[in-house]
Every structure is written in structure tokens, then in C-alpha cells.
């Protein structure tokens, strides 16, 4: 039997196409985790039978251990000395096991993850769960290569090398000081403002190390426009009549900040009454084709010229990419290694409808090899790899392929050449001018017309003639103060300062549109909102160093050496986190510093919402803040207790047959409704006080979501709404409106309170959704269950006008899925499939009588979701 090689790729469609590439398309393909492709080759000069399987970016990411998790427990100076632990990033995709399975009997692990730190890191983690790197006898290779193309990967394949450690060390520890640095700050921060402010409009008030030093940026304008004084200025333009032409001349002083100065020159000029020619200038002038194309010129131009913020650019860029049209759209470089197959490159666009025009006759008049840039020792520039049409990308995709395509065929262009003609005038002892242009070989600007030199024609003059002047005007205008900063302003901000890499710019620049601290306008301006400002004069009054890009700046040149093996990972964590330590204990001392700037600029939660709901401890009504982050607030007991966020809240006596029994049994709090947007949107009861602290333990196991599944987030608690409430006498909980197992997940079909008279069953842990009988009076549950199933009875009263019954009659019980008639009128709104064949997993409710203890109100608290911090 042949010797067994897996190789790992960072995405299925990477893997297929290396698996394409090596097999010649001849394989067989089977489903797993991810898809499994495999065939037979040659591996090092002998026969093996080839795996090839992908993961879905990280297996891991960082995180705190379950007893650092509650917010209220936990003080945020402890999580600077906490320990940290790796969990899967996506258990649902079980892609440990996935490896650790095909990993079995593989002798040789070839690793095909993005030749980048992050790519690095990803190796390690692969190597982790297939056990390669403890069993003797099992050799690693690395896989690099910078585009998804048959010839690229086959050189990879003969040229492999050994995974780098010290680059994976780096981003462990980039993640290690981003998260104890990041949830510090933050849960301070937010835990302090949330609870005092009711318009902050923002669920998390957040602090990274390269995310507040781009916010930074954004309000440093801000300040400059707001605190700009215009001046009044004044410029003198004389004009002539020469061979057909009406010239306006330029002033050589440009402009005067004195009105009475200005009209003293002008009377000059008027006096003397015309323009004696002093100096004709004649030069070609060579504008220079450009460099290769890396990430952080691709996002600039995406923003400033094709309307696409970062985020969305890199979406399309890896896109791109993984579908084979372009190279490896992160790279710092923008000089071609001296063995770039240019020609090669070439031929591939030289069919295309739109320029392959141009690109055969760069191929028969002798293309020009790119100017030198700069090699980072990365990956090459961003380059073209495959001809494709704009039916094939789709409008967006094809706009950023459009670009790089021609981007890279101006870089093996002719310089665009031109002549610059200067006349220079005298008159009344002032000096004028006027400026043409003729274009003498297009040259690059012919397939990037946006970059052309424009044509200014003007006559032939001769030195010493002297021209009459035919009029003179005195222009008045005012200083302008800088625009707000546009995206690809603060990209450059960004680069010049080291904050962030190629790779994570968009996700910073994202994270502050995205956490309200900034609005992206006209012209994709970014201008910071009240919120984001005040946070920035709180720092650099407190702190100057938390949001300037200094500090990270430093931290980035550390990591920098910890990939290159100058640096111990352990050391450089360590000096990094006592630090900000430091400056955190210095911080909380200070915070009410930043507090003056927020009191001046936010209402207090005593002056905002309206009153809504009875709090079950003092018995007086609390108010409902419906800002960001959705909140109920008691100024009697002057507790916050958050809620859903996203949606509309209304109390439960709105539906009074429904509910009788308007509040929790456990803690007396009166019952709310929840409803999310849309017309299939959920509607369900929650009891304030069980969502932020729900009484179970084991509830986070019933939600069935893992802390980074994608899940959806309810709020603050990680929320334990009624249709999680495994109690088992309230009419509200899941026990009383649970009906039968969910048939897509582990979860539970439950009865919508409010659905009426669209009434209708939802999952309590996926998007599946079922209709019941429309038009009925009243749908509800009863306490019997079905004895072939296990499934909740329902009982349905039928409008007189349309039931389906006999005789007229209205009333019907039985069980949704047993039932001939209940089942035949029930539908799928959601989900793959909903038969009789899921009356065997039985009701589904069952679950949750077993493994929670009660409340005490010393319960487990479920894990916060409010955000990760993987991109600070």
C-alpha cells in the first residue's frame, strides 16, 4: 500500500485547486468537515496516495478561561495577569477532528496555508491537531506560493520548506497583548459610561492598541477643522488677447493678505497698461509609469476611486484570489523578483474583450519591465493571473480586477512623456505667467486614462514683445480648512505610523465605522460622532499615549523582531502587558477626568427613555433606553439591566389572554415582549433580571451555541430569554411552549406568543421557522404529550368561517407531526426539511429537565458575547 501525504490548505477552494493542479483533475472528492480530495502521485521521487483537505482560516483563536468571563466578577485589573487559553474557532465545524481523522497513517503533512504571519501561525495549529509534531518518524513541509495557479502551484510543490516558528510566535503574541489589553479597557470603560449614560449609542465602549490610534486620526482632524481660522486673501490676474487666445496670467506672488497692497500692484500693472514678455521656458518633462501594485495602494484606490471601503476591497481582493484571477492580494512589496514571468503574465490577458488590444501590442513593441519598488520579501506585487469578463466576477469584483489589470499593465508601459511651456510677463514691476502642455508620447496613461496629463494649448510667444493688457482682476477668497480625513487618507496615516499590517488596516478602520465612533460621508470622509471624540480628549487627557500611534508603533517593531527570531515571544508579552498595566491602574485613577468630557456631551440614564416595565425588587417602573446598548434602567435600586438589542420591546399585558401571569415566578420581574425586525421576524417573552442572569446552570449548554459560532447574540447575558427557560411550571418557559425537536438543530420548536393571526413555531437555537394554521382564534399548548412521539399536544380553536373541520366545528387537539390533519396543514418557512421522521428525536424538550440546578442567584453565567477581540 502507497505511503499517505495529507496537505492542508486555508480554504476549500484553494485546496480543490491545488488538488486540480496536482492530479490533473483526475481525483475523487468526499464530504467531511471540509471536502476530502484524493488521488495518487509522486511525493519526493516515490509513489503516495495524496489527502487534500482544507481548514476555514484560524482553528484557534484566544480567549480567557470561563472564570474570567463574568463582567461583574471578574475586575478588569486581574485579566492582566490572567491566564489564556486556544479554543476552536468554529467548533460547530469540528475541523480538529477533521484533521486529527485524515491525519491517521499519513506519513508527510504538506502545509499550503497563505504565506503570511497569520498563514504561519495557522501551520502550527495544524500541526497541532494532526499530532505531527509529537510523533516521530512524521515530517512537515511548508507549501509557498503566492497565486492559485496551476504553474505556481507545481513550483511550490518542488520547492518545500519548513514552517516557520518564529513568525507564528509573533502572532501568538500580537493576540495576546490585543486581547488582555483590549478587554481590560473596554469592560472598564463600557461597565463605567454604559452605566451612567443613556445616548452613547453604542452597546461596547471600546479600547485596542491599534484601533483608538486610528480613531485618534479621525478626530485630530476634526479638531483642526473646528478650531481653523479663514483668512481673507486677495490675488491679481491680469488678462490678454493674443492669436485668438484670452489668456489668464498667474500672479508670481501667488496671493497677499492685504486688500491695500493688492490694489497698489494693480494700479502699478494698470498704469504701465501691458505685458512685456521676460522669459520663455521650454522642457520635456517624463512622467513616471508606476510601481507594482501591494495592499495598501489596492485600498486606497478602492476607496478614493472605486467607492469600496477597505473591508468590502479585501472581501473582493481575496475573492479574487481564491478563485484564481489574481495573486495573493496581501503584500507589502512593490517590486517583481528579478524571475517574474512577465511575458507569461501577459499572454494570459492577451484574449481579453477589453484591453488585449493593448496587451498584444505591448507584446509585439517590447514591453518595458516595471520600475524598481520596494521588496519587503513578502509576496510579489498584486498581479493578474487569469483573464476574466464582468459576467464572470460580477459588478463590484470586476471593478477591482478591472483595476489591478490595468494597474499592472501600466507597469510594463512606456513613461508617459510631455513638453511644459512657461512664459514669463512683466508689468508695473510685478512678474505673471502662463503654463501649456503637449503631450508627446502617452505612454501608461493610455490604459489608465484617469492618471493623463491634460493637453493646455497657448501661442507662440517671443521674448521682449510687449501684449496690452485687456482687463485686471483682484480675486478675493478665503483659507479653507483641511476635509475631514477620506479612507484612503487615513490608510496612509495608518502605513506611514506602522498601525496595523496589509492585512488588518480594513478591520481597524472598520471597527471604529462599526462601534459608532465614526460616520463614513460624502466621498467616503470619515467624521467622528460625539461619541468618538470625547473618547479621544478623555485619552489625551488622562493619557496622551493610549491613542497615539507611538506606543503601537513600538509594539509592532517588537513583534517584527519576534518574527525574525531577534526577540523571545514570552519576553516581549510580558514588558508589553506590564506596561499598559501600568498605564490602565493610572487610567481608573483618572477616569473622572474623561467623565467631565462625557457629562458635558451625553444625557444621564435618569434623563433618558421611557418608563416601561415594574422591577421585580422594588416594585417601582424602570425605564427603557432603546439607544445602543438596549437597556432597562432602575433609579430606584439604580441597577441596568440590558436587553435584546435590535428590535422592539413592549410589555406583555399587550396581549393579556396570552399572558395572565404577567411576571417571572423565580424573581417577580414583570414580563416584556421582544419582537425582531421583518415579517418572519421572532417574537419572545423575556423576564429582565433571568436574561442578564440566568438562573441555570448549564443554560449556556441548552442555548447550544459555542462562544465564536456566529450564533446570534441576544445581549448583555448572553441572554436567557423564556423560550430558554427550562423552568418547569411556568406557562412562559420552554417546558410550557416547547412543542416538538427542532429537525435542522439540537434545539426546540417553540410556540410565538404574538404570531396570531399568522401563527407559527420557531427554533429557540436556528433560523428554522414553521407556520401553523393561519386564521385560527387561539393556538396553544397543553400539557399532554404525544405517546408515539414525545411531542408537546397542541390545542387549535379554528375561525367559524374557515376550519377545516366537520360540521362546523372549531375545536381541534392533536400533535403536529402524528396528527393527519395538524400535519397537513403545517409548512417550512425555514430550514432543509421538517417530516415525521423527526418525531423519533422526540420533543426536544425533554433536554432541559436534566443538568441545572436552580437559581440561588448563584447560577453560571453564561459567556459574554458582546464582541471578539481578535483585531485590535
Known amino acids: 500500500m502507497a505511503p499517505k501525504v495529507l496537505m492542508v490548505a486555508e480554504k476549500p477552494s484553494i485546496a480543490l485547486a491545488i488538488a486540480s493542479a496536482l492530479s490533473g483533475g483526475r481525483m475523487s472528492t468526499r464530504r467531511g468537515s471540509t471536502e476530502v480530495h484524493e488521488f495518487d502521485g509522486m511525493f519526493l521521487g516515490f509513489p503516495v496516495h495524496y489527502k487534500v483537505t482544507s481548514v476555514i482560516g484560524h482553528v484557534f483563536s484566544v480567549d480567557f478561561p470561563a472564570r474570567f468571563q463574568d463582567w461583574n466578577s471578574t475586575n478588569p485589573l486581574d485579566l492582566f495577569d490572567a491566564p489564556i487559553v486556544k479554543s476552536e474557532s468554529t467548533p460547530k465545524a469540528h475541523i480538529c477532528r477533521h484533521l486529527s481523522q485524515e491525519a491517521r497513517g499519513c506519513g508527510?503533512?504538506?502545509?499550503?496555508?497563505?504565506?503570511?504571519?497569520?498563514?504561519?501561525?495557522?501551520?502550527?495549529?495544524?500541526?497541532?491537531?494532526?499530532?505531527?509534531?509529537?510523533?516521530?518518524?512524521?515530517?512537515?513541509?511548508?507549501?509557498?506560493?503566492s497565486a492559485v495557479t496551476e504553474k505556481d502551484i507545481l513550483k511550490a510543490m518542488n520547492s518545500l520548506v519548513e514552517p516557520n516558528k518564529n513568525e507564528a510566535q509573533a502572532v501568538d503574541a500580537r493576540q495576546e497583548i490585543d486581547l488582555k489589553v483590549g478587554v481590560a479597557f473596554t469592560r472598564f470603560q463600557t461597565s463605567y459610561f454604559n452605566g451612567k449614560y443613556g445616548n452613547l449609542d453604542s452597546r461596547v465602549i471600546s479600547y485596542g492598541p491599534c484601533q483608538t490610534p486610528t480613531l485618534g486620526f479621525c478626530v485630530r482632524r476634526h479638531l483642526q477643522i473646528n478650531t481653523f481660522k479663514p483668512e481673507k486673501f486677495w490675488t491679481l490676474h491680469p488678462y490678454i488677447m493674443y492669436k485668438g487666445y484670452e489668456l489668464k496670467l498667474d500672479w508670481q506672488r501667488h496671493r497677499l493678505f492685504d486688500s491695500d497692497v493688492t490694489q497698489m500692484f494693480r494700479n502699478f500693472v494698470k498704469e504701465d497698461g501691458f505685458l512685456k514678455v521676460i522669459g520663455i521656458s521650454e522642457k520635456q518633462v517624463s512622467k513616471g509609469r508606476p510601481t507594482g501594485l501591494n495592499t495598501v495602494n489596492l485600498l486606497k484606490v478602492a476607496s478614493s476611486a472605486l467607492g469600496f471601503g477597505p473591508q468590502l476591497a479585501m472581501q473582493l481582493a481575496e475573492r479574487l484570489y481564491t478563485q484564481g484571477f489574481i495573486s495573493y492580494p496581501r503584500t507589502e512589496s512593490t517590486a517583481y523578483p528579478a524571475s517574474f514571468d512577465y511575458k507569461g503574465t501577459l499572454g494570459a490577458l492577451a484574449r481579453n474583450p477589453v484591453w488585449g488590444d493593448y496587451v498584444q501590442q505591448l507584446l509585439s513593441d517590447g514591453y518595458h519591465k516595471p520600475r524598481s519598488g520596494t521588496d519587503a520579501g513578502d509576496h510579489p506585487p498584486i498581479t493578474p493571473m487569469s483573464s476574466a469578463t464582468e459576467n464572470i466576477l460580477g459588478h463590484d469584483a470586476w471593478k477591482l480586477y478591472q483595476y489591478i489589470c490595468?494597474?499592472?499593465?501600466?507597469?510594463?508601459?512606456?513613461?508617459?512623456?510631455?513638453?511644459?511651456?512657461k512664459i514669463e510677463f512683466e508689468s508695473g514691476g510685478e512678474s505673471f505667467y502662463c503654463v501649456g502642455q503637449h503631450v508627446l508620447v502617452k505612454g501608461f496613461t493610455s490604459i489608465m486614462p484617469w492618471l493623463a496629463v491634460t493637453e493646455i494649448n497657448i501661442p507662440q510667444f517671443t521674448e521682449g514683445q510687449?501684449?496690452?493688457?485687456s482687463r485686471i482682476e483682484v480675486d478675493e477668497g478665503s483659507t479653507q480648512p483641511p476635509d475631514y480625513l477620506s479612507e484612503s487618507e487615513l490608510i496612509s496615516l495608518m502605513e506611514e505610523n506602522g498601525i496595523g499590517t496589509d492585512a488588518s488596516i480594513p478591520v481597524h478602520i472598520n471597527n471604529i465605522c462599526e462601534r459608532n465612533y465614526v460616520q463614513v460621508q460624502a466621498g467616503r470622509r470619515l467624521v467622528p460622532t460625539a461619541l468618538g471624540i470625547s473618547l479621544i480628549r478623555g485619552y489625551q487627557l488622562i493619557d496622551p499615549d493610549l491613542c497615539l500611534p507611538d506606543i503601537r508603533s513600538f509594539i509592532e517593531h517588537q513583534i517584527a523582531l519576534v518574527a525574525k527570531g531577534q526577540a523571545d515571544h514570552s519576553l516581549?508579552?510580558?514588558?508589553?502587558?506590564?506596561?499598559?498595566?501600568?498605564?490602565?491602574?493610572y487610567f481608573v485613577k483618572q477616569i473622572e477626568n474623561m467623565d467631565a468630557l462625557f457629562e458635558a456631551e451625553f444625557s444621564p440614564l435618569s434623563d433618558s427613555g421611557r418608563v416601561l416595565s415594574k422591577c421585580g425588587k422594588c416594585l417601582r417602573y424602570m425605564k427603557h433606553i432603546p439607544?445602543?446598548?438596549?437597556?432597562?434602567?432602575?433609579?430606584?435600586?439604580?441597577?441596568?439591566?440590558?436587553?435584546?438589542?435590535?428590535?422592539?420591546?413592549?410589555?406583555?399585558h399587550i396581549s393579556p389572554e396570552l399572558y395572565k401571569e404577567l411576571t417571572c415566578p423565580l424573581d417577580n420581574f414583570e414580563l416584556l415582549i421582544f419582537s425582531m425586525p421583518g415579517p418572519e421576524g421572532k417574537s419572545f417573552p423575556f423576564c429582565p433580571y433571568c436574561y442578564n442572569n440566568p438562573p441555570f446552570e448549564g443554560i449556556d449548554n441548552l442555548?447550544?451555541?459555542?462562544?465564536?459560532?456566529g450564533s446570534v447574540k441576544l445581549g448583555k447575558g448572553a441572554g436567557m430569554p423564556c423560550f430558554l427557560c427550562p423552568h418547569p411550571t411556568c406557562q412562559h418557559s420552554m417546558i410550557s411552549q416547547g412543542v416538538c425537536a427542532c429537525p435542522e438543530c439540537d434545539g426546540t420548536l417553540v410556540l410565538d406568543p404574538v404570531s396570531a393571526p399568522r401563527w407559527r413555531l420557531y427554533c429557540n437555537m436556528c433560523n428554522c421557522l414553521v407556520s401553523l394554521p393561519e386564521g385560527a382564534h387561539r393556538i396553544s399548548t397543553t400539557r399532554d404529550h404525544c405517546p408515539e412521539c414525545d411531542s408537546t399536544i397542541i390545542e387549535v380553536d379554528f375561525n367559524k368561517k374557515t376550519t377545516p373541520l366537520k360540521d362546523g366545528a372549531t375545536l381541534h387537539i392533536g400533535c403536529i407531526l402524528c396528527d393527519e390533519l395538524l400535519y397537513s396543514l403545517v409548512e417550512m418557512k425555514h430550514g432543509k426539511s421538517f417530516s415525521r421522521k423527526a418525531r423519533h428525536r422526540g420533543r426536544g424538550r425533554g433536554r432541559g429537565r436534566r443538568g441545572y440546578s436552580g437559581r440561588g442567584r448563584g447560577g453560571k453565567k453564561q459567556h459574554d458575547p458582546r464582541m471578539s477581540f481578535r483585531d485590535f
Open 466 to 469: 510687449k501684449i496690452d493688457i
Open 627 to 652: 439607544t445602543q446598548p438596549s437597556r432597562l434602567y432602575c433609579g430606584t435600586c439604580e441597577e441596568i439591566y440590558y436587553t435584546p438589542p435590535k428590535g422592539t420591546i413592549k410589555v406583555s
Open 572 to 585: 516581549v508579552v510580558e514588558h508589553v502587558i506590564e506596561q499598559f498595566k501600568r498605564k490602565f491602574i
Open 406 to 421: 490595468q494597474h499592472f499593465l501600466g507597469t510594463l508601459s512606456p513613461d508617459c512623456k510631455y513638453t511644459r511651456i
Open 108 to 145: 508527510h503533512l504538506v502545509l499550503w496555508l497563505d504565506c503570511d504571519r497569520e498563514g504561519e501561525n495557522i501551520c502550527f495549529e495544524v500541526i497541532e491537531c494532526t499530532g505531527f509534531q509529537s510523533t516521530p518518524g512524521k515530517k512537515v513541509h511548508r507549501a509557498r506560493f
Open 703 to 709: 442555548f447550544g451555541a459555542s462562544k465564536s459560532s
